[in-house]
């Protein structure tokens, strides 16, 4: 079958993004696109919804699924508003239907989108984390991975795992990398895998690298930077209201408000297509072929962008 492909990124958070009719087999194809292509981290499906203008579908590298994408929502929120002729939107997500809309250009005219970020919760059954009967796991070390490291364990609504840090663990990647490994896919303590950041302050708001679930560390992740930005006002280290996040893909602005117990997040950033692709999607997988590929020349102005205003983050990568 032919079908045409979009490369796109949010913060270098890059993935093929198709639309389409429902397919049970969209994770055996994310799982080929990754192979055929090692810069990719995974797989958007636009697909059409009752509940808003469209509905969107993620899969990681290795094909598995997961609830919420904070980087791909951008990049949909992008396509759709487009297809579509609009500047806002709501997208359905396994999860929660999440208001997307326009923003004004940054920098060097790279398309922006900001996107809601929905559900939060604390509570460990809804990542799931299971440790010693707790119900919320918030800024304490845990003695499984480290006594130094104060970690919170939040959903959004998929599961992250936010340790903060001093920058040593940062430019030494190495401790992040062991035990972001170990609880990637199901364990004992978190039965569907967690994602894995570590977060430090830096001047002007916060740094976060980030080991994903189904991926590995990856340039950026939307939801991961967002519940670090929360964990970061909650924690006392930056202020509530709009949190700078660098990563080592760029930067991104994370809205983070406090109404009674609960948060509204979101989170602002680039939405560039890079290339557009027609590709035979074989039965046989291992058959399948890129036919022809065209490219957009948006990548040099995110690039002018990050060497502008996102600078900052490559002191730590
Ligand atoms: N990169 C994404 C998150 C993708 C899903 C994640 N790996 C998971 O399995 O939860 C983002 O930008 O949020």
């Known amino acids: 079958m032919e079908i045409t492909l979009l490369?796109?990124?949010?913060?270098?958070?890059?993935?093929?993004?198709?639309e389409g009719p429902e397919?049970?087999?969209?994770?055996?194809?994310?799982?080929?696109?990754?192979?055929?292509?090692?810069s990719v981290d995974g797989l958007l499906v636009v697909l059409p919804s009752d509940k808003g203008q469209a509905k969107m579908r993620v899969f990681n590298r290795d094909g598995s699924e997961a609830s919420m994408c904070g980087n791909g929502l951008r990049c949909v929120a992008r396509y759709v508003c487009e297809r579509d002729g609009l500047d806002e939107a709501v997208i359905e997500t396994m999860k929660a239907s999440l208001a997307v809309k326009k923003e004004q250009p940054l920098g060097d005219g790279n398309a922006m989108y900001a996107v809601e970020i929905s559900p939060v919760s604390f509570q460990l059954a809804d990542l799931p984390m299971v440790y010693e009967g707790n119900s919320e796991w918030l800024m304490k070390p845990l003695p499984f991975i480290s006594e130094e490291i104060a970690f919170s364990a939040v959903a959004v609504p998929n599961p992250h795992l936010i340790g903060i840090v001093p920058k040593a663990y940062l430019q030494d990647d190495s401790h992040q990398k062991k035990w972001a490994e170990t609880f990637n896919g199901p364990n004992g303590y978190f039965s569907d895998g967690v994602n894995v950041s570590y977060v430090t302050?830096?001047?002007?708001?916060?740094?976060?690298?980030?080991?994903?679930?189904?991926?590995?560390?990856?340039?950026?992740?939307?939801?991961?930077?967002?519940?670090?930005?929360?964990?970061?006002?909650?924690?006392?280290?930056?202020?509530?209201?709009?949190?700078?996040?660098?990563?080592?893909?760029?930067?991104v602005k994370c809205r983070v408000e406090k109404e009674g117990a609960d948060f509204n997040l979101a989170l602002s950033g680039n939405a560039t297509y890079l290339s557009r692709h027609r590709f035979e999607w074989a039965e046989e997988l291992a058959n399948s072929k890129f036919l022809s590929s065209e490219t957009f020349d948006e990548q040099e102005d995110y690039e002018r962008f990050i060497d502008k205003v996102a600078v900052k983050a490559k002191q730590f990568v």
């Not at 490369?7 to 198709?18: C, D, E, I, P, R």
């Not at 397919?23 to 090692?38: G, I, R």
């Open 7 to 18: 490369k796109v990124h949010g913060s270098m958070n890059t993935f093929y993004l198709l």
């Open 23 to 38: 397919n049970d087999h969209y994770d055996q194809l994310a799982v080929q696109l990754a192979k055929m292509d090692s």
């Open 201 to 251: 302050k830096v001047e002007t708001g916060i740094f976060v690298k980030t080991f994903e679930r189904g991926v590995g560390f990856t340039n950026a992740c939307g939801t991961a930077m967002t519940a670090s930005a929360l964990i970061s006002c909650l924690s006392g280290m930056v202020p509530y209201g709009e949190v700078t996040v660098y990563n080592p893909g760029g930067m």
